[in-house]
């Protein structure tokens, strides 16, 4: 009974931490993305090379950085944050907005300068041609979404470093695993290993859902 | 009405537009022709704003409206793709519905403008320029995929709307037949550079350079 409470209070933590990373990581970079893939401006070589790279970016680095930033003599330590959801979340963030850039822009740079000359013909405003730029791409946007919360639920490294692995705190699917796993509780382990892909799986069958009846309307 | 003082494009050391002095009346329908890469598209891009000049000036009063070669048909029906390109209005239904009937659309009104054919799509994008009411109009070849029935169709759609606004327009083609259907004057380019300018018939009868007179030999006019 205690062991089902819990398994529910790390699902509930994992949604929240994967949901909220995902989302603001959404909101920062799908219009960097899109203002990188649709037209040349200065510094967009540098936005370019640093989304590369911060791709890259291994998530102990990631979560070491953070936790210096957060731990009580760091610039940031004053916030009391580190070992909660809300630290776990800034560090995902960090680890997945590169990515959204960098696949945002791949993805609308094969059509948003056409749209974007479209637009500027038809006199739209800068928020019109914003929106089309984000309707006209919705389904490779969703796939961003996707990936980037299938990054934010599978990433162990960065959130076991800030969040301490804390149970009934901060303890989320694939540091319980790892944890797990090490007490050599493998059936356990396993169990909450296909608890998490079911989740993606569910995700994933909601999004093509969605794609469907956008390509139906 | 536009007006163009020694406009220049650049891109590295080759000079893709150089364009001395043009000038436009109100109600004036002047057709660019060319070869690829003469600079006809660069021009119309320059005047609406879809990319800098190098150099120069120019000007023009009123508003201004372009269709680019490859203008988008967006995510939504036909009857929403000319609605949203719409200002807001009291008359904008009615004014797509007639649209929808002159570029003979009508029986597609209601489907996805993704699914339409390259004519029709050209069709659809002219309409979402022309249920605005403008000054100056740019048209980037505006029937280079439409069949000869299409043509006839977007051409008849540009003369009814020019009658009927007094816009002036400034356009590209590769169909000489076009050019002397709908020009009040003809500019021919060549390596950005104009070499020639003057009534269809006036053009047709005595070029100035040896290279129009080649230019206009090449002209099959059907």
Sequence with gaps: MNMDRELFQILGVTLRMSLFSTCISCLIGMPLGVLTGKG??????????????????????????????????????????????????????????????????????????????????LNFSKRKTA?????????????????????????????????????????????????????GNFSFALALGIVLLLISLIVNVLASVLVKEDKNA | MLEINDLKKIYGDRTV???????????????????????????????????????????????????????????????????????????????CNELLKELQLMHLADKNAKGLSGGECQRLALGRILINKCDLLLLDEPSSAADIEGTEIIENAIK???????????????SPRQALNLADRIIMLREGRIVEEGRPEQLLSAPQTEWGRKFIGMWKID
């Design chain 1, 40 to 121: 040349d401006f200065k510094g967009k070589g540098t936005i370019k090379k640093l989304t590369g790279t911060l791709m890259g970016l291994p998530p102990v680095v990631a979560g070491l950085i953070v936790y210096m930033l957060f731990s009580k003599n760091g610039p940031l330590g004053a916030l009391g944050l580190l070992f909660t959801v809300e630290v776990m979340v800034v560090a995902q963030c960090i680890l997945i907005t590169p990515v959204v850039i960098g696949i945002t822009e791949s993805m609308t740079s094969i059509n948003a300068k056409s749209i974007s000359e479209t637009a500027k013909g």
């Design chain 1, 131 to 183: 929106l089309l730029l984000l309707s006209e791409n919705k389904q490779a946007l969703l796939s961003v979404v996707l990936t980037a919360f299938g990054r934010s639920i599978a990433e162990v490294g960065a959130v076991s470093l800030v969040g301490g692995n804390i149970q009934w705190k901060t303890r989320v699917m694939t540091t319980a695993i790892m944890l797990e796993t090490n007490k």
């Design chain 2, 17 to 95: 537009l150089d364009i001395d002095k043009l000038k436009m009346n109100k109600g004036e329908t002047v057709v660019i022709v060319g070869p690829n890469g003469s600079g006809k598209s660069t021009l119309l891009k320059i005047l609406s704003g879809v990319i800098a000049k190098s150099e120069g000036s120019f000007g023009f009063d009123g508003e201004l409206y372009y269709l680019p070669q490859q203008s988008i048909p967006f995510r939504k029906s036909v009857r929403k793709n000319i609605l949203f390109s719409a200002k807001d209005s009291t008359d904008k239904e009615q004014r």
């Design chain 2, 160 to 174: 009814r709307y020019r009658e009927e606004t007094g816009c002036a327009i400034l356009m590209t083609t590769h």
